[in-house]
Nanobody, 116 residues
Framework: QVQLVESGGGLVQAGGSLRLSCAAS????????MGWYRQAPGKEREFVAG????????NYADSVKGRFTISRDNAKNTVYLQMNSLKPEDTAIYYC?????????WGQGTQVTVSS
């Protein structure tokens, strides 16, 4: 059974930084794509950043480009999201996701709150 556990969320002032982690278990995830999504109150869940299993190719939502960095450690089955220059509009629940073909799984989410 696949399990994804996010950590690293919290309360931070605008301009600050946080690093989210997502530890995956239940399979070997080195050939899975991994990504981060977020959902703010009253809004739909949106893509934040993704990293391909092949060559570590990354992509980002325009709203976080230049501020957030996604990375992965295949030996630890873990994906990270380094978030710098945080803004109040980054406040949301952040979810980790792994996909491979038709398979996909979500984590339970971690709250990030950015105060102004």
């Amino acid at each position: 059974q696949v399990q994804l556990v996010e950590s690293g969320g919290g309360l931070v002032q605008a301009g600050g930084s946080l690093r989210l982690s997502c530890a995956a278990s239940g399979r070997t995830f080195s050939n899975y794509d991994m990504g981060w999504y977020r959902q703010a109150p009253g809004k739909e869940r949106e893509f934040v950043a993704g990293i391909r299993w092949s060559a570590g190719i990354t992509n980002y939502a325009d709203s976080v480009k230049g501020r957030f960095t996604i990375s992965r450690d295949n030996a630890k089955n873990t994906v990270y999201l380094q978030m710098n220059s945080l803004k109040p509009e980054d406040t949301a629940i952040y979810y980790c996701r792994v996909t491979r073909g038709a398979f996909g799984s979500w984590g339970q989410g971690t709250q990030v709150t950015v105060s102004s």
